[in-house]
């Protein structure tokens, strides 16, 4: 069975300074990983995937996150926060093969960004 | 441009009464899903069709009833019968029958207030 652990349910950071929402996740296979963002009272946005290629993905808005497989980790980063980064992030798995269930969502991690 | 649209945004329900929360998407996607969304709580799964005229439920089925007669339309209905209905609900639409590899496109949401 797949599963996502968001270690964090909330991160707050300075303007300028580095992001680092973390993700652990649990697949009977190689799994599909994503991250999406949500502001307040809006849909969620795809901001990466990860599919069994490349393991370190870049995404929208200049995040990137890393899939380590010893770790059992994709840790979502961005160099330097900005204002508008301030939202929910949702770390998410799907496995592969496909197991005939729909992804599974992580708890989220709401990131406050400080001026 | 394609996209999924949930309507309304905003709903009231008086206690005691079904309301139907609409989801149309025009990206030509097999699969639908239907999420509920509580603060610190992520997102959590009603109800998922991976095909027309087929659906089944998720985690919390209960209080909620589907139906996917066109490929495009996957209304969900909230009966009297939920007992904490106030939420934000999330339809979502993939390509394949459960996003592997591709992700789920989400509509906008629709915020339910029972008064």
């Known amino acids: 069975a797949q599963s996502v652990t968001q270690l964090d349910s909330h991160v707050s950071v300075s303007e300028g300074t580095p992001v680092l929402l973390r993700c652990n996740y649990s697949s009977s296979y190689s799994p599909s990983l994503f991250w999406y963002v949500q502001h307040p009272n809006k849909g969620l946005q795809l901001l990466l995937k990860?599919?069994?290629?490349?393991?370190l993905v870049k995404g929208i808005n200049g995040f990137e996150a890393e899939f380590k497989k010893s770790e059992t980790s994709f840790h979502l980063t961005k160099p330097s926060a900005h204002m508008s980064d301030a939202a929910e992030y949702f770390c998410?798995?799907?496995?592969?093969?496909?197991?005939?269930?729909?992804?599974?969502f992580g708890k989220g991690t709401r990131l406050s960004v400080i001026a | 441009d394609g996209g999924i649209t949930q309507s309304p945004k905003y709903l009231f329900r008086k206690e005691g009464q079904n309301v139907t929360l609409s989801c149309e998407q025009n990206?030509?996607?097999?699969?639908m899903y239907w999420y509920r969304q509580d603060p610190g709580q992520g997102l959590r799964l009603i109800y998922y069709s991976q095909i027309v005229n087929d659906f089944q439920k998720g985690d919390i089925a209960e209080g909620y009833s589907v139906s996917r007669e066109k490929k495009e339309s996957f209304p969900l209905t909230v009966t009297s019968a939920q007992k904490n209905p106030t939420a934000f609900y999330l339809c979502?639409?993939?390509?394949?029958?459960?996003?592997?590899?591709?992700?789920?496109?989400f509509g906008s949401g629709t915020r339910l207030t029972v008064v």
């Open positions: 998410v798995v799907s496995d592969h093969p496909p197991s005939g269930t729909p992804l599974v």
């Open positions: 979502a639409s993939s390509r394949s029958g459960q996003g592997f590899n591709y992700g789920y496109t």
């Open positions: 990206l030509n996607h097999d699969a």
């Open positions: 990860y599919t069994s290629a490349a393991t």
